[in-house]
């Protein structure tokens, strides 16, 4: 799940995502700049708008799906 959060982020023209979690939370990607993989490429690191910073595993991601330009998944 890593590998494709990695490609969505590299992608031209980006499309907002949301990285759905095994505990059921959903995190807006609404730009390449709201999130990051770490170095060792074992964590992806979401921030909202308000600066709350996630910290996800990749044992926790269940789902990425794209967003439609309404803002509906």
Known sequence: MIDEIR???QRVPFV???VRTSDGHEYSVPTHDHAFITPRGN???VVDDEGTTNVLGPLHINAIVDQQPNGEI
């Open 43 to 45: 964590r992806v690191v």
């Open 16 to 18: 907002p995502f949301v």
């Open 7 to 9: 490609k969505r982020l």
